[in-house]
């Protein structure tokens, strides 16, 4: 069954508003930040914020969240690539140009 439009919009509106909030948090912090301020950020008023979050807790929780799923994502990716490149073959005189660089005496 397909989403309404207005729940669509809601997320939409939840997903601007994190982001803005991340934004902000990342310059004053969690309690630098005044729901005036999350709210200029997003773009909206402050009482605004009200109707997709119930307090600010709620908005840190969201953006928490947010930034856990970045972290994820981004390890995620990382973890990836570091196993394929461990699964290729090894090439004549790999072991000792990758004993280089994991203890730190490579040069650059």
Do not use: C, N
């Amino acid at each position: 069954m397909r989403k309404r439009a207005g729940e669509d919009f809601h997320a939409q509106r939840r997903a601007q508003i994190t982001e803005a909030a991340q934004a902000r948090f990342a310059q004053s912090g969690f309690h630098g930040a005044s729901m005036v301020e999350l709210g200029q950020q997003s773009g909206l008023s402050a009482g605004q914020l009200y109707r997709y979050f119930a307090s600010k807790e709620a908005l840190i929780d969201a953006v928490v969240r947010l930034v856990a799923r970045q972290w994820y994502s981004l390890l995620t990716e990382k973890l990836t690539a570091l196993e394929d490149f461990a699964a290729r073959p090894a090439t004549p005189g790999g072991e000792a140009v990758a004993g280089m660089v994991w203890s730190g005496r490579h040069s650059g």
